[in-house]
């Protein structure tokens, strides 16, 4: 029995849909409301367009600096993270030991112990590596919590593979590594671009390590620089809603045209162990 037509159906999408893009399209029409007028009437339809809040996000705050610092730090750990993660879950997916779903565990249990409670000892021990305020000093800890994630999307895809091409290459002669390289990262490029567009995503929007490891805006990321906005008096919320659909697009884009790569890898695994 059928409870709700096809027009009801498409009725609620609309509406969750439209719930969903009001902030966004609210944050986007008051980036563009002059500053006078910000709070005087909700932006809906604003009287007049400004683009006084961009003007002054890269004139007077240069936010280009924490874009490119944004942009090294996510585009180091990534490149780290890959060829790590890869070597590791090929391991896990095809080696046969005691002990593998024990590790596998102890692996997803890194990225979900709390961030805070390390922060502390991280702090001092980049301080005495005198890594505080640096790139490395920022990719390091990334990784750490990076990379378990990225592990397990591609254990789930190595072993959807077919092992009888690998056991074929091998009776040819081919290495192991050799069957990695020729073989199996072909097939996995897919599991390997959604571990690598997640990867740059957690990046981007970290913010807590970015806050504690970095000292100055010489190094400071997007989200630590867009939290830092204040003027002596008020905070300048039109430079804060216009950093943030500055924040918003490279994210956007990436989502946008890499989704179904995204849904591939959080869905790897489901119907085969």
């Known amino acids: 029995m059928k409870f709700f037509g096809p027009g009801a159906v498409a009725v609620a999408a609309g509406a969750l849909l439209a719930l969903l893009l009001f902030p966004i399209y609210w944050m986007i029409t008051s980036s563009v409301t002059p500053e006078s007028r910000l709070f005087q009437s909700p932006p809906l339809l604003p009287a007049t367009l400004s683009l006084e809040h961009y003007r002054a996000l890269f004139d007077e705050r240069d936010f280009l600096i924490p874009i490119r610092n944004s942009l090294i730090v996510a585009a180091a750990t990534t490149m780290v993270v890959l060829p790590v993660s890869a070597l590791c879950a090929y391991a896990l997916a095809r080696l046969r030991f005691r002990g593998r779903g024990v590790l596998l565990a102890l692996i997803l249990a890194v990225s ?99 806050l504690s490891f970095t000292l100055g805006p010489d190094r400071y990321t997007v989200p630590v620089a867009v939290t830092l906005f204040r003027g002596r008096y008020q905070v300048p919320w039109g430079q804060v809603l216009a950093a943030t659909v500055v924040a918003t697009i490279p994210v956007a884009l990436v989502v946008l045209f890499c989704q179904r790569r995204i849904v591939a890898g959080l869905t790897a695994g489901a119907t085969k162990g």
Do not use: H, K
Not at 132 to 143: A, E, H, I, M
Not at 152 to 162: I, K, P
């Open 112 to 210: 979900m112990f709390p961030q805070i409670s390390i922060v502390p000892p991280l702090y001092l021990i980049l301080r005495e590596l005198r890594l505080l305020d640096t790139y490395p000093g920022l990719v390091l800890p990334y990784v750490t919590f990076s990379a378990p994630l990225a592990v397990w999307l591609l254990t789930a895809f190595f072993r959807q593979l077919s092992p009888e091409l690998e056991e074929a290459a091998m009776l040819d002669g081919a290495s192991r590594v050799r069957v990695l390289w020729d073989v199996v990262a072909p097939l996995a490029a897919p599991g390997v671009a959604t571990a690598a567009i997640l990867t740059f995503l957690y990046c981007w929007n970290e913010f807590l390590f970015a």
